[in-house]
């Protein structure tokens, strides 16, 4: 199970941090990931990590302000968001990948981020 928190309203060049809570048994061993999908618009690939947290990567769209990181001790996954731009408001999701072939197929519920420019 998974959920996403932390969405609200931020000034353009502002910050906001993401987090999604997870249960222990989806969260130790899984490839975590961020999307966002904006009304109108297609769910869009915002970033992942892999188990470790060693690895990340990151859609062009957002490289460089944005970061992912997660804590496997709380079972926590974060999404800080800077230098933020109205194009990145949107529902954010977190989601799990089991690394299985499969993709994503764990979602959480969305957190609404606006920016106001």
């Known amino acids: 199970q998974l959920q996403a928190s932390g969405g609200g309203l931020v000034q353009a060049g502002g910050s906001l941090r993401l987090s999604c809570a997870a249960s222990?048994?989806?969260?130790?061993?899984?490839?975590m990931g961020w999307f966002r999908q904006a009304p109108g618009k297609d769910r869009e690939y915002v970033g992942a990590i892999t188990w470790s947290g060693l690895s990340t990567h990151y859609a062009d769209s957002v490289k460089g302000r944005f970061t992912i990181s997660r804590d496997n001790a709380k079972n926590t996954l974060y999404l800080q968001m800077n230098k933020m731009k109205p194009e990145d408001a949107a529902v954010y999701y977190c989601?799990?990948?089991?690394?299985?072939?499969?993709?994503?197929?764990?979602w959480g519920q969305g957190t609404q981020v606006t920016v106001s420019s």
């Open positions: 222990g048994r989806i969260f130790s061993t899984y490839v």
């Open positions: 989601a799990a990948d089991p690394h299985d072939g499969l993709g994503f197929r764990f």
